[in-house]
Structure formats: C-alpha cells, structure tokens
C-alpha cells in the first residue's frame, strides 16, 4: 500500500499524524506541498495534513486513530 502525507511546513498537526502512522507500524511518503504544488491540484486540500492511500485522498487533517486503522486495513 502507497501511503502519502501532504504536508506544509512547521505543520503540528502533520507531526501528529506522522506518530499515528509511526505507532501503527505504517511506512509512509512525506510530501510538502508548498515544494510540489502540483499535489495541490490533484487533491485539493485545504487543510493539513491530507492523507492518501494508494493515489485516494482519504482524510484532511487529524483523523480519530480508529478510523484510521480501519482505513488502512481496508485498502491493505
């Protein structure tokens, strides 16, 4: 599974979510958007983190941890 953070810099909420995935035992891709715009146009979050699995936006900022792993068991 692609895992992707969109990120901005000096993110808080990014760092939260980055630990999650970390205490799950998920590898991930960070991706700041303020260097790779072009991720912006294909998901258009407004607010960061944004979460992409496998090329789906799946959430925008901090999702409950629940949530998350059953996502993540979903698309596994």
Do not use: H, R, W
């Not at 980055?18 to 205490?23: A, C, G, N, Q, Y």
């Not at 258009?44 to 629940?66: D, M, S």
């Amino acid at each position: 599974m692609k895992v992707e953070i969109l990120t901005t810099p000096d993110c808080v909420n990014c760092s939260i979510l980055e630990k999650m995935l970390d205490d799950i035992g998920v590898s991930y891709e960070k991706i700041d958007v303020t260097e790779k715009p072009e991720y912006l146009q294909k998901y258009p979050i407004y607010t960061a983190p944004g979460l992409v699995l496998n090329g789906k936006l799946e959430f925008t900022g901090i999702p409950k941890k629940e949530k998350l792993v059953e996502k993540l068991k979903i698309v596994k």
